[in-house]
Every structure is written in C-alpha cells, then in structure tokens.
C-alpha cells in the first residue's frame, strides 16, 4: 500500500469520525465549510477551491460506500452525518483532538476567558467533546428571567448586523415615550438578562447607544442603506472600560479591606491583572488590604454592597461615602425589625 493510499484511508476515517451519529438533527450537522474548518491542514494549505473539491471526492466516497449520508439530498449546503454505529475514535483522530485543547487552553487561560474555552469544547467538536452532563456553566448570583421579546424584532436586528444594514426602530423609553429612529448597528450584547443593541442613531458620528431590545416595539431592515461602522468602536475595549454596565469607563484606584470569604475569593480570583494583597495588622478585624485599578460601575457597586460586612472600602473617598450611604439606607429599612442588641448577635 502506497503512503499517499494510506493517507487517503486514515483521511477517510478521520473525516467521517468528525461526523455526528445518525440520530442527530439536520440542523446539527455539519456542511462541507464547516468540515473544512475543522479539518484545517488535512487538505492542504494551497488554493482555496482545490482543497475544498479534495473533500468533495472524499465525502462522495464515503458517501458511494454507505459510511455516510447527506441528510437534507438536493439542499444547499448538503449536510452530513455517519451512518450505522458509532465508529470507534483511533489514537491518531485522538491525538488531533487533544492538540487542539491543548491549543484552546493555551489561548484561553493565559487571558483568563475560561467562558470562552468552556463554550469552544461544547461548540467546536464532533459530539461535543464535553456534553451538557459533563460540562455546565453555573452563575455565581441570582439569575433572572429574561426578558420578553419581539420575534420579529429579534430577527431583524440580527440580520441587519449579519448585512451591515441600518435599521427603522420604533422605540419606548423608561418613561413610556415613543420615538422613531434610523440607528446604524455596531454590535449585539447580552447583559444579565437584557440583550442590548449597540448602535449609531440617525446621522449621529457619535455616541455608539445602548438600545434595549425589549423596548423595541418596531424594527425594519433596510436593505438600501449600509450601516455606518462607528470610529474605532472595537467591542473588546467597550466591555473592559466598564460602558457595558452603563459607566462612563472612569478608573479608579480600588482599595479595600476584606475577611472571611471574600479574602479567599480574591486571593483565587484577582479584581484585575494589578491586584496587590497585604496582610492586615495583627489585631485587625479584617484579614487583607487589596489594591486593584479598575473601572468604576454600577456592577462593582453592586459588588461591594452584596459582599456585606465582608468588605470595607477604604477608598476613593467618593465610593467609599456613596457605599456607606447605600448601608445606612438599608440599614434604616430594617432597623424596626430587631432591636440593636439582637442584630449585633446575629452579625
């Protein structure tokens, strides 16, 4: 058997091992771009049309062999799934597989984007390599229900981000007003439980707005009218400098004073890459001094208020005022319930 043979054969096999099992959904079968991508090198690395008519011959060949099937025969894309039982995975597919976490991990832990790693070992592998029983993502804090919808709307928000089209949305305020607007889309986010269109309006050069999609009662594409792209918008840069949580991106100087399991939390998990840990004073009711610069949000507000008598902020002096506000507040709210005694045991 000549190499180039047996390399045709381990090809083969690699590519219908990538293909899901025959009780997959249509919808979750793989095309041949997609087969592509995922196979990278294995066709080559010259033009574009010959390394994609390779993988054609090879999926034409298994497909002549019973092996695999075209599952939706006519359509375009055709899509493809294994027939028969599931194939045995060999040690070479294995060790391709394992490279390319090992690539994953590189990439991601590093940059500390565990969420994104989590999401390509659920997305980008045949099964996927770690199934909804074996890999789940579970919030730290209370999640609430999202919010409700316009399918229409939905729908065309993501095509006119797909196309690079503006839109016509008719959109209600907080205070229940009306108003029609063209608005240029620059990206789609999801924060907590509402999903926001960042966007240009009208003839605006700036500011990119924040448009909250359950507020849009309206949305028409506009197929003749190419959304304007916003100087510089880079939305990696948006979500650091804190605007996501509806700041202004300010920095500030963070320091804290911290115990119980909020010190254990930040000495795992850092509040930025310039987080700096001291010991408090022998004596001290708390157990460390933090330092970290970051953005100053309603995120981190609420942060710092959740953490209850776990934390003390000792500055900026204006953050540290607004949070002792906010307690004393709460603290009124409540101050009927128990007697002082009775809340210095509970505490």
Request: aromatic share 6%; hydrophobic share 40%; proline share 7%.
């Amino acid at each position: 058997m000549s190499a180039r043979y047996h390399s045709r054969i381990q090809r083969l096999r690699r590519l219908e091992t990538l293909l899901p099992p025959a009780t997959t959904t249509a919808s979750a079968c793989p095309d041949a771009g997609r087969l592509m991508h995922i196979l990278g090198d294995e066709y080559g690395t010259g033009d574009g049309p010959a390394r994609r008519r390779a993988l054609q011959r090879d999926l034409l060949q298994l497909l002549k062999e019973g092996r695999i099937a075209a599952v939706n025969p006519g359509g375009k894309p055709l899509r493809y799934r294994r027939l028969g039982d599931d194939v045995t995975e060999d040690p070479l597919i294995w060790q391709y597989t394992l490279q390319q976490v090992r690539d994953l991990i590189a990439e991601a832990v590093p940059q500390r984007r565990l969420d994104g790693l989590w999401e390509r070992l659920r997305y980008e592998f045949d099964g996927p390599l770690l199934d909804d029983q074996r890999l789940r993502v579970v919030a730290d804090n209370l999640r609430l229900r999202p919010a409700e919808l316009c399918p229409a709307v939905l729908t065309a928000v993501i095509q006119a981000l797909a196309q690079h089209l503006a839109l016509r949305v008719l959109y209600e305020g907080a205070d229940g007003k009306r108003g029609e607007a063209i608005v240029h889309p620059q990206a789609l986010i999801q924060r907590g439980p509402i999903p926001y269109l960042l966007a240009l309006k009208n003839d605006e050069a700036e500011p990119v707005r924040f448009y909250a999609l359950h507020r849009m009662i309206r949305a028409e594409l506009l197929p003749a009218t190419p959304a304007r792209a916003a100087a510089g918008f880079d939305l990696d840069q948006v979500i650091a400098s804190g605007k996501i949580d509806f700041g202004q991106g300010q920095m500030i100087d963070l320091e804290l004073r911290v115990r119980g399991y909020l010190a254990t939390l930040l000495a795992t998990c850092p509040l930025s890459d310039d987080q700096h840990l001291v010991d408090e004073p022998e004596g001290s009711d708390f157990l460390l001094r933090v330092t970290a610069r970051i953005p100053s949000t309603g995120q981190l507000l609420r942060w710092l208020l959740g953490a209850g008598d776990k934390v003390e902020v000792i500055g900026p002096p204006e953050l540290r005022k607004l949070v002792a506000c906010q307690h004393r507040r709460a603290s009124d709210i409540y101050s009927q319930i128990l007697p002082t005694q009775d809340a210095k045991d509970m505490a």
